[in-house]
């Protein structure tokens, strides 16, 4: 069975500061990661997805497949950024459903 | 163009009610997915439509619910005799079929309260 983790359920950083929101899963096959977020108020949206190596709003993740993480990164946390992330995951062939992790809520203080 | 949009935007019913919940997906979108939202929960798959097949229900979570789509366009998610532990957020999400992007677009959703 696929499963998507997020050992966090809060991350508080400072404006400028870095972030990490870690992302773990577990698929036997070879998955497609994404991750999405929903800042207060919004619809939840796509923020990035592997396979398309991006960098959107600064933000950046690497899938490593040895250590089955998918983690998202920004050097310098904005104000801006503080909203509820998640990580998931699209297991392979013609289903495409997602299996989202529980969350990351990221405030940025200034 | 408009989005994904769903209704009611709120729903408050009392224990032991059916209610019914729409979606009304992005035009052209064949895929469509209904989401279940609750606190510490995150978001929970319940069930996938291609067209108007659901290849994937293993997300429902009892016999209460069920979900259908017409047309290959609205879908309506029906929860009969709803328990208090139904109460979430329920969000419906679109795609296009297409195996380089796969990008779901959600709609704003529908909180439900069961009293």
């Known amino acids: 069975a696929q499963r998507v983790t997020q050992p966090e359920k809060l991350l508080s950083v400072f404006k400028g500061a870095p972030v990490e929101l870690k992302c773990n899963y577990s698929y036997s096959g070879s998955p497609e990661l994404f991750w999405y977020v929903q800042y207060s108020r919004q619809r939840l ?11 959107i709003k600064g933000f950046t ?3 490593n497949k040895g250590e089955t993480s998918f983690h998202l990164k920004k050097p310098f946390a904005q104000e801006e950024d503080s909203a509820m992330y998640y990580c998931a995951l699209k297991s392979g062939g013609s289903n495409y459903k997602l299996t989202f992790g529980k969350g990351t809520l990221l405030t940025v203080n200034p | 163009g408009a989005g994904v949009s769903q209704s009611p935007s709120n729903k408050v019913t009392e224990k032991g009610k059916d209610v019914e919940l729409r979606c009304d997906p992005i035009s052209g979108h064949t895929a469509l997915y209904w989401y279940r939202q609750s606190l510490g929960q995150g978001l929970e798959f319940l069930i996938y439509f291609q067209g108007n097949s659901a290849p994937d229900k293993s997300g429902l979570p009892s016999d209460r619910f069920s979900a259908e789509r017409t047309g290959g366009s609205v ?5 009969q005799r709803t328990q208090q532990e139904d109460s979430a957020v329920y969000l419906c999400a679109s795609s296009l079929v297409d195996l380089a992007t796969n990008e779901q677009f959600f709609g704003p959703g529908t909180r439900l309260t069961v009293l």
Do not use: K, M, V, Y
Not at chain 1, 45 to 55: F, G, N
Not at chain 2, 75 to 79: E, G, M, P, Q
């Open chain 2, 75 to 79: 879908s309506t998610l029906t929860i």
């Open chain 1, 61 to 63: 993740a690497d899938l």
């Open chain 1, 45 to 55: 949206q796509l923020l990035l997805r592997h396979i398309s190596r991006e960098s």
